[in-house]
């Protein structure tokens, strides 16, 4: 009887099992894992292609190919340099060092800077999905929003962009601080605080855009965390006397007791705050003592400008093309109409947001999520001359599409929930329930939607996948850059100067002169002070093209004219001194030289150059404490180190000559260069020969010899051959002048 029993019982549960997986659906149990996958695979369809793609003349020189404290790889000068001091004008030590990195794993391979960049935005895929699912309980919403972050069109540059490494670290530490806030929340401590504020710093330390991510947590206080309402709960709940009824009808108590959980709340992010004011002085110091700053824009072109490019960004988020590289300021050209209509989009949008904050609590957090994380790169402080960037999204949009995603879900609630209610009675089963954590559908004709949801979420996401691969093949090089950004903008300055910085190099001076000289026709409308460095930029990148195809007349008058536009600039004054240096007119160089040293006293380059022309001149210990400074300045540069060492190994005066010195500073020049340089292995032979190494001088001149042969450096080839004699003849190398 009692096995009759059991069988029959252990048959009823199997029945109530399988009738519960009928009615929920497939086991979710490995659901993240399979969303995981679909979001690196899609992130991976877009951005693999960036494996193939090469740097481009867009900052990437100045973040890493051109830049030889980054070129170097990790050392300690350079990690301590990436503490004290800017780069590319910002002060972001972890971005720096993760360019750092990069070079001291994979060189100058492009391919594996591109990598890192993916993989980067990978992860942060990733963590938004399962931060998003772990606060709110809404599974396929969060998926939603997580794969239109892995893969909008808008989020091609922050991703394609070897530059923008600084966006991807960072969202990466924006979801880690997230996760770890929500950490906090469940069940707070002083170390899951710690870790939070530990995690907050380093992004910072990445990109200081994240200031806004204490306003941030608040409104993920209010939604989806619900600690305003638990909270104001429990202060009712602590209060003896006061029934939960009577509280409630008691405005003012209510109030009163929903203030002191917000204030306790901004309270407890006082420290957060703090470290975003320190990042905001950082940052602001970086800005106004850059040799580059630009003058600022009168207030109100920015402010119009500022309220036109959030709902521009609205727009493109629905709307992906023509997205370009650099988007020129349009001054005060905007029409009036297209601001006030912004102005009270913003402000409606914004007053809808606070009156539904209740019934709706996601477009609360959503709305001012976007509009928060947008104001420090909004424009209202002009950090350059663009009118917006596609960048700037990276972040600030994951608010609208939290925002979209819920508002949709819960516009689909009442459709599902009137066809299953009419089948509650025979079903047995429970209708759909709305609430802050998403919809249940446990209704048959409510399951019927499903498929339908994921059919158009599934074409949302394969239409966007496609654009944003169509727009990150534009990003493969610059020629393919800037010439698909002249065909989407009109007058930019930037891209035909960027296009002719790239013929210059190539050679293709005729076709550089042309792009340089439309660039300056489009600069001269604009008269605003804000545009003098860009004028004089040009101006000089115009005046060199000019010298390479020998003529110097209008070469020199273009360097003037820069000089002119932006006194402070030093680089026209020394390619100016260079010209001159090359014609013999030495004097006239080093006073141009000087005057470069007066606006960028701290520019080693400078003081090389200089070290060079009193060498010229035959004051040899002027030019020794040029080399000294240059050295000092920058411990890493090739040049002046090898031309000092030169200098002290072999000078015809003997109270110059320190061979002991030379050595050191030779074999230090050689090791950075990785002995892939005939002339200053050569300076390391000299070095050898005045405290009579000959035996080791004749071995590296052997060396040397052997290497300029393989390059085919003829002349440096034939000056060793003679240098080898003297070695062999126990005679030191004493010269006053060296070619490089």
């Not at 309980?137 to 893969?151: H, K, M, N, P, T």
């Not at 540059?157 to 996760?179: I, P, Q």
Request: glycine fraction near 6%; proline fraction near 4%; charge should be positive.
């Amino acid at each position: 009887m009692s096995k009759t029993k059991n069988k029959n019982r252990r048959k009823k549960n199997r029945l109530e099992f399988f009738n519960s997986r009928l009615e929920k659906g497939p086991s979710l149990r490995f659901a993240p894992f399979y969303v995981c996958l679909a979001l690196v695979a899609i992130t991976w369809f877009v951005f693999g292609q960036t494996l193939r793609h090469d740097f481009v003349n867009f900052d990437d020189h100045v973040y890493v190919y051109e830049n030889p404290q980054i070129t170097q790889g990790l050392t300690a000068d350079g990690l301590i340099d990436a503490f004290t001091h800017t780069h590319a004008r910002n002060w972001h030590p972890l971005t720096t060092i993760s360019h750092m990195l990069d070079c001291q794993l994979y060189g100058l391979q492009a391919e594996w800077h591109h990598f890192t960049n993916v993989l980067l935005h990978t992860v942060a895929v990733l963590l938004l999905f399962l931060v998003l699912n772990q606060m709110t309980g809404a599974f396929w919403q969060s998926a939603f929003v997580s794969s239109l972050f892995a893969i909008h069109p808008l989020h091609v540059e922050s991703v394609a962009w070897v530059s923008e490494r600084k966006d991807v670290l960072s969202a990466v530490l924006f979801m880690l601080t997230l996760g770890a806030y929500v950490r906090y929340v469940r069940k707070p401590s002083v170390g899951r605080y710690l870790t939070g504020a530990f995690l907050f710093a380093l992004g910072l330390m990445s990109k200081p855009m994240l200031v806004t991510l204490p306003f941030v947590l608040l409104l993920l206080d209010y939604w989806p965390l619900g600690r305003i309402r638990s909270q104001t709960s429990d202060v009712r709940r602590q209060r003896p006397g006061v029934s939960g009824r009577a509280f409630a009808n008691q405005p003012s108590r209510k109030a009163t007791a929903r203030r002191a959980v917000v204030s306790g709340l901004v309270t407890e992010k006082i420290p957060l705050f703090a470290l975003s004011a320190l990042s905001c002085a950082a940052t602001f110091m970086a800005q106004v003592y850059s040799t580059e700053a630009i003058e600022q824009l009168p207030f109100m072109w920015r402010l119009n400008t500022a309220a036109v490019s959030y709902i521009t960004y609205i727009w493109q988020m629905f709307w992906p093309a023509r997205l370009g590289a650099f988007y020129p300021h349009p001054n005060d050209q905007l029409p009036f109409w297209q601001v006030l209509l912004a102005i009270a989009f913003l402000i409606s949008v914004s007053l809808l947001a606070i009156l539904w904050r209740k019934e709706r609590p996601y477009i609360f957090t959503g709305w001012f999520w976007y509009v928060g994380m947008l104001v420090p790169v909004i424009g209202l402080v002009q950090a350059g001359e663009q009118e917006r960037a596609d960048r700037y999204t990276y972040l600030p949009q994951i608010g609208l599409y939290v925002l979209i995603t819920w508002g949709i879900t819960d516009l689909m609630a009442p459709i599902m929930t009137r066809n299953s209610s009419s089948r509650t009675a025979a079903t047995g089963l429970q209708p759909i329930t709305r609430g802050s954590r998403g919809v249940r559908t446990n209704g048959p004709h409510g399951r019927r939607y499903k498929p339908f949801c994921a059919a158009i979420a599934a074409a949302i996401i394969l239409a966007l996948s496609w654009r944003a691969f169509v727009q990150t093949s534009y990003w493969k090089n610059s020629e393919m850059l800037w010439n698909h950004t002249l065909a989407i903008t009109t007058n930019n300055d930037m891209a035909h100067n960027s296009l002719g910085n790239l013929l210059l190099r190539r050679g293709q001076w005729d076709s550089a002169i042309s792009h340089y000289e439309t660039a300056l026709e489009i600069r001269s409308r604009n008269a605003a002070a804000h545009y003098n460095f860009g004028g004089a930029l040009i101006e000089n990148t115009l005046a060199s093209a000019l010298a390479r195809k020998g003529r110097l007349v209008e070469a020199i008058g273009h360097y003037e004219k820069a000089m002119k536009l932006r006194p402070d600039y030093g680089d026209p004054y020394f390619n100016l001194g260079s010209v001159l240096f090359q014609q013999g007119r030495t004097d006239e160089a080093i006073a141009q030289w000087q005057k470069a040293l007066a606006t960028q006293p701290n520019d080693p380059g400078f003081h090389t150059a200089l070290g060079s022309a009193f060498l010229t001149k035959g004051f040899h210990k002027d030019a020794i404490a040029e080399y000294e400074h240059a050295t000092r300045i920058f411990p890493r540069d090739f040049v002046a180190r090898n031309n000092l060492a030169w200098l002290l190994a072999t000078s015809s005066d003997a109270s110059i000559r320190d061979g002991k010195r030379a050595i050191e500073l030779a074999e230090q020049t050689v090791q950075l260069s990785s002995g892939k340089d005939a002339n200053y292995l050569r300076t390391l032979a000299a070095a050898y020969s005045e405290v009579g190494r000959f035996s080791e001088a004749i071995a590296v001149t052997q060396q040397a010899a052997a290497l300029a042969t393989m390059q085919g450096k003829t002349e440096v080839a034939n000056r060793l051959k003679k240098d080898l004699v003297l070695y062999q003849e126990q005679v030191p190398l004493r010269e006053t002048s060296k070619e490089n």
